[in-house]
T-cell receptor
Framework: DSGVTQTPKHLITATGQRVTLRCSPR?????VYWYQQSLDQGLQFLIQ???????AKGNILERFSAQQFPDLHSELNLSSLELGDSALYFC?????????????FGNGTRLTVT | KNEVEQSPQNLTAQEGEFITINCSYS?????LHWLQQHPGGGIVSLFM???GKKKHGRLIATINIQEKHSSLHITASHPRDSAVYIC????????FGTGTSLTVIP
């Protein structure tokens, strides 16, 4: 058990809809990362938050947004969903030692857009 | 353009064999991660390296910063090592290799 909790485990929704994925980091970890894993593109980095502030940005679409709250949990919002957004979305957290800390992954949220 | 290249893509080994997975990258990095993903989908971080070599049980990871290359070695491989192994580098953001699918046959 990594200590990182992601909810929900599965999500099925229709095109055009909006969903929110939630992540609770390991106790004491200040950094939260979001990743997308699709069959055709593999793992891709979306965004990192550190103690409530955006720290790094990857291949995150404008239709997607994220935030980290004062209690350090994070939410990833996906809007105007398309079929191609169907993927596994992982959250990871790391200890407050800059960028060079081991990552602890949640079990992922499997999103299916129909 | 792939910032991270892994080889081989697929690997089948007999139980007990010594296994090497290679990772080359083209960007400046502060750290390199080796990840393991089992068929159920969960991801586990095996190593984080910024220099030198690390060992954990039967797993060894090395990195050569000058050559921008890392290797993951598995000694005395076992069927439970069957998984996808992914190399990831942290530069200004994360970049991932496409993964090496390892199958160890009893």
């Amino acid at each position: 058990d990594s200590g990182v909790t992601q909810t929900p485990k599965h999500l099925i929704t229709a095109t055009g809809q909006r969903v929110t994925l939630r992540c609770s980091p390991r106790s004491g970890d200040l950094s939260v990362y979001w990743y997308q894993q699709s069959l055709d593109q593999g793992l891709q980095f979306l965004i990192q938050y550190y103690n409530g502030e955006e720290r790094a940005k990857g291949n995150i679409l404008e239709r997607f947004s994220a935030q980290q709250f004062p209690d350090l949990h994070s939410e990833l919002n996906l809007s105007s969903l398309e079929l191609g957004d169907s993927a596994l979305y992982f959250c990871a957290s790391s200890a407050p030692r800059g960028n060079n800390s081991p990552l602890h992954f949640g079990n992922g949220t499997r999103l299916t857009v129909t | 353009k792939n910032e991270v290249e892994q080889s081989p893509q697929n690997l089948t080994a007999q139980e007990g064999e010594f296994i090497t997975i290679n990772c080359s990258y083209s960007v400046g990095i502060s750290a390199l991660h080796w990840l393991q993903q089992h068929p159920g989908g969960g991801i586990v971080s095996l190593f984080m390296l910024s220099s030198g070599k690390k060992k954990h049980g039967r797993l060894i990871a090395t990195i050569n910063i000058q050559e921008k290359h890392s290797s993951l070695h598995i000694t005395a491989s076992h069927p439970r090592d069957s998984a996808v192994y992914i190399c990831a580098v942290r530069g200004n953001q994360f970049y991932f290799g496409t993964g090496t699918s390892l199958t160890v046959i009893p």
